[in-house]
T-cell receptor
Framework: DAGVTQSPTHLIKTRGQQVTLRCSPKSGHDTVSWYQQALGQGPQFIFQYYEEEERQRGNFPDRFSGHQFPNYSSELNVNALLLGDSALYLC??????????????FGQGTRLTVV | DAKTTQPNSMESNEEEPVHLPCNHSTISGTDYIHWYRQLPSQGPEYVIHGLTSNVNNRMASLAIAEDRKSSTLILHRATLRDAAVYYCILSGTNFGNEKLTFGTGTRLTIIP
């Protein structure tokens, strides 16, 4: 089991550009959440996708959008990049009806640097 | 979301037990207490969770105060691999699909 995989691992973009980050969930998982982690801070929830719909959203502007595909993989898109968008972007997968004891599995993240 | 308070950092000697405290005085009756940890250059990983009773698994133990206003994560015998940032999180469910509200956590340093 490959766990949660994210690509790319590192990325450098220029202010104003757009970026797409990708996530493949753990085998069998149907729910994908995205988090942003600034240096020295804990991860902050961006949004969650289930059944190809955005279900929950954190306090992030509309420049942040996403998509979930029928195979449960997901993309995070960020438009009009700002310097402050530089962070580690984490994807977590889980089961909608996992029952007692299920937990979220995180990928290793994509390090985005905006210059 | 109910908040948690953790010390910014702790140190422990290798092969000794480690007790990581967490205060959550505004916890509601239905909030579960989750612990995740983040090793250097990795995403967070699940450690343990509980509601009222103490819990044990292969990684750690979770001791929950009777009034549920605090809890302690116990690593029984710390190794160098346990050096990480440990996050105590309250969640309305015991399911992994609930959004997780991370604080800044406790940075645990293990001294060889």
């Amino acid at each position: 089991d490959a766990g949660v995989t994210q690509s790319p691992t590192h990325l450098i973009k220029t202010r104003g550009q757009q970026v797409t980050l990708r996530c493949s969930p753990k085998s069998g998982h149907d729910t994908v959440s995205w988090y942003q982690q600034a240096l020295g801070q804990g991860p902050q929830f961006i949004f969650q996708y289930y059944e190809e719909e955005e279900r929950q959203r954190g306090n992030f502007p509309d420049r942040f959008s996403g998509h979930q595909f029928p195979n449960y993989s997901s993309e995070l898109n960020v438009n009009a990049l700002l310097l402050g968008d530089s962070a580690l972007y984490l994807c977590a997968s889980s089961l909608e009806f996992g029952g007692v004891g299920t937990e979220a599995f995180f990928g290793q993240g994509t390090r985005l640097t905006v210059v | 979301d109910a908040k948690t308070t953790q010390p910014n950092s702790m140190e422990s000697n290798e092969e000794e037990p480690v007790h990581l405290p967490c205060n959550h005085s505004t916890i509601s009756g239905t909030d579960y207490i989750h612990w995740y940890r983040q090793l250097p250059s990795q995403g967070p990983e699940y450690v343990i969770h509980g509601l009222t009773s103490n819990v044990n698994n292969r990684m750690a133990s979770l001791a929950i105060a009777e009034d549920r206003k605090s809890s302690t994560l116990i690593l029984h015998r710390a190794t160098l691999r346990d050096a990480a940032v440990y996050y105590c999180i309250l969640s309305g469910t015991n399911f992994g699909n609930e959004k997780l509200t991370f604080g800044t956590g406790t940075r645990l340093t293990i001294i060889p």
